[in-house]
């Protein structure tokens, strides 16, 4: 990758990282996508007086996600190592990391969903209920279709928060580029791999954010114009 | 299309013998026999602004019956419980009192599975269209159809007629943001049209629109009351709009309604004080500042009594004046004079002074009287 200025060792080790980075940022991303997409439809639609009125569980529910994403993450790596280890088998190792990783995703995705479905207009929701569209049927065809663009733009940055979140579990031997960039350029004085890590760690986000800018822009149907 | 009931065709006839064709819309004669498409009774609507503060009244003790075939009209300033008051009918709202009957059901008794079965008998277009912005005009106009799971060949041989009916077949794959506002309300008719409702609820539509577009969204409105025998509610805020369209209108203060009848006995014979102020901004009924400043309301000294004649239905066009200027002996000036259409029906306004003492102008209103015509006193003017 950097022939001239780092060793086929530690180019060997920088491509092992940025596949385990890979790995967990996009197992992570999925099932918390897979937990914070129906929790934040359920946020945005569960006040008193909305589709799945629910107000004790939308409160509840909103505290439990505040309360995810008020601790920091490095010391939820390792406040939650006994849930990791039940989940996972072991507490140690990439398999290991991507529990905490999905359990900080999940909340902040929630909110983020929460916020898109938010902005759908509401005389959209009453134009369905008009026609006899039930609460499912206003999430599935049009609460969801048309926070689409935002949607994706949420997941887009619950990605890039992944990718630097994914630095920290080190802490627990989950390697990645955070870790390698930890043991090597830092404590072992090498600012080579330093840098080799976080150029790669730009790229990565660099490539995420233009994918999900592109893929909104071309979801998104309202400045169309001959 | 005139045989929708033989009332109607035969009192259209009488007003219109000049071989014109018969304002179809027009002389809706109220069913109280119970053919009412949508009846209101004693429907109340309160609200809590918030939990714990007082109730505050939308709606009290509405009537309503909007007979079958009708575009009933419902005007009302902002905050006199229009808005309240159309989302009643297809269950948007429930109502605190009272019933309201749509085609034979009670909505109010139905369970929200049972309202929702309900609604697709009732389409509803919107002042601010409230089209999918990721949805083309075809598959808005389809989605309707896909929530009552019709099949995707029953829709596409319903959608496209629809769309060739508001005249936007050109425009089928087009999305939202690429139209006009008219086209989106267009648009926005199709989609209420797909299930083929029996009633059409519409929330301002036109609010939005420039005055052309308005008239084009209307004259769409009678299309599809006339062909597809809908019948429609509308509520608005403008006259200018039951006028063009409305066969009765309800008029609507402070969430009561104040005055209600056929549009042309509306207009023609208003008695409410809210009525007469939507009406004085499109029937000439508000006099020239120069009159007005100068109009007493009693006689003094030799001043000229100002009246106002209202020729309606075949008087409209008839000599008035000049009949009774020769009748009388009277010189008969006119201050303002406004010949229109309303829901059909010929309608004019005009203003004059006439000197002379009491007898004088008490044998003017005898005569004017006399020959069909509404005449009132507005005051005088020396």
Same mark, same amino acid.
């Given at each position: ?20 980075? #890979? ?6 991303? #999925? ?7 129906? #929790? ?5 639609? /569960? ?7 629910? %107000? ?64 759908? &207009? ?12 039930? %609460? ?32 920290? *579990? ?22 080579? *791999? ?33 | ?76 300033? /902002? ?71 019709? /099949? ?26 690429? #139209? ?22 519409? &929330? ?6 420039? %005055? ?38 309800? *008029? ?17 014979? %208003? ?59 009277? &010189? ?48 005088? *003017? /020396?």
């Amino acid at each position: 990758m950097f022939p001239e200025i780092l060793s086929p060792a530690i180019v060997d080790l920088l491509i092992d990282a940025t596949r385990q980075t #890979l790995y967990m940022v996009a197992v992570a991303g #999925l099932i918390g996508t897979a937990i914070g997409l129906p #929790l934040g439809v359920f946020l945005a639609t /569960s006040r008193s007086g909305e589709l799945f009125a629910a %107000p004790a569980l939308n409160t509840l529910l909103g505290l439990v996600v505040n309360a995810a994403r008020s601790t920091p993450f490095i010391i939820l790596v390792v406040a939650i190592i006994p849930f990791t280890r039940l989940i996972a088998g072991t507490s140690i190792g990439t398999n290991a990391a991507i529990v905490p990783l999905t359990v900080a995703a999940a909340p902040f995705i929630a909110r983020l969903i929460e916020a898109a479905i938010r902005e759908v &207009d509401q005389g959209l929701v009453e134009a369905a209920r008009a026609m006899g569209a039930s %609460p499912l049927q206003i999430v599935g065809k049009v609460l969801l279709p048309e926070a689409l663009p935002a949607i994706t733009l949420a997941l887009t940055l619950a990605v890039v928060s992944l990718l630097g979140y994914s630095a920290m *579990v080190g802490a627990v031997g989950g390697g990645g580029l955070g870790d390698l960039g930890i043991r090597f350029g830092y404590q072992r004085f090498m600012p080579d *791999v330093m840098a080799a890590v976080v150029i790669v760690l730009i790229l990565l986000v660099q490539a995420v954010q233009s994918c999900g800018d592109l893929l909104a822009r071309r979801l998104d149907k309202r400045n169309r114009r001959d | 299309m005139t045989a929708i009931l033989p009332i109607l065709a035969a009192s259209a006839q009488q007003a219109d013998p000049s071989g014109r064709p018969a304002p179809v819309q027009h002389p809706f004669t109220p069913d109280p026999a119970g053919r009412a498409v949508i009846g209101f009774a004693h429907v109340g609507k309160t609200y809590a602004a918030r939990a714990g503060t007082p109730l505050v009244a939308a709606l009290q003790d509405v009537n309503l019956s909007v007979p079958e075939g009708a575009i009933v009209g419902v005007i009302g300033r /902002s905050g006199a419980g229009k808005s309240t008051l159309i989302r009643l009918v297809n269950g948007l709202e429930r109502p605190t009192s009272g019933r309201i009957v749509v085609d034979g059901t009670d909505i109010t008794a139905l369970s929200e599975k049972g309202l929702r079965e309900a609604r697709r008998s009732i389409g509803m277009i919107f002042q601010h269209f409230n089209l999918l912005a990721r949805r083309t005009a075809y598959e808005n106009v389809a989605l309707p159809l896909e929530i009552a799971g019709v /099949s995707h060949r029953e829709i596409k041989a319903r959608v496209e007629p629809l769309l060739d009916l508001v005249g936007l077949a050109d425009k089928r794959d087009r999305y939202p943001a690429e #139209l006009s506002g008219g086209q989106k309300q267009r648009v926005g008719i199709a989609r209420a049209l797909a299930t083929r409702p029996r009633v059409l609820l519409s &929330d301002e539509a036109t609010s939005a629109l420039d %005055p052309e577009t308005t008239n084009q969204i209307l004259a769409l409105l009678r299309k599809v009351n006339a062909e597809l025998k809908l019948t429609v509610l509308l509520i608005t805020h403008e006259m200018a709009v039951i006028k063009a369209v409305a066969h009765r209108v309800a *008029v609507l203060d402070g969430g009561r309604i104040v005055e209600e009848g056929r549009t042309f006995e509306i207009f023609s014979h %208003p008695r409410h004080a809210t009525t007469k102020a939507f009406l004085s901004a499109i029937t000439g009924a508000a006099l020239p500042a120069q009159v007005a400043d100068r109009l007493q309301p009693v006689r003094t000294g030799d001043a000229s009594a100002v009246l106002r004649l209202v020729f309606t239905g075949t008087h409209a066009t008839d000599p008035v004046l000049s009949r009774v200027s020769r009748l009388l002996g009277v &010189d008969v000036n006119i201050i303002q004079a406004q010949v229109d259409d309303i829901a059909g029906e010929p309608f004019g306004v005009i203003v004059v002074s006439v000197p002379g003492d009491i007898a004088t102008v008490a044998a003017v209103q005898a005569a004017v009287t006399g020959l069909g015509l509404g005449v009132e006193v507005l005051g005088y *003017v /020396s």
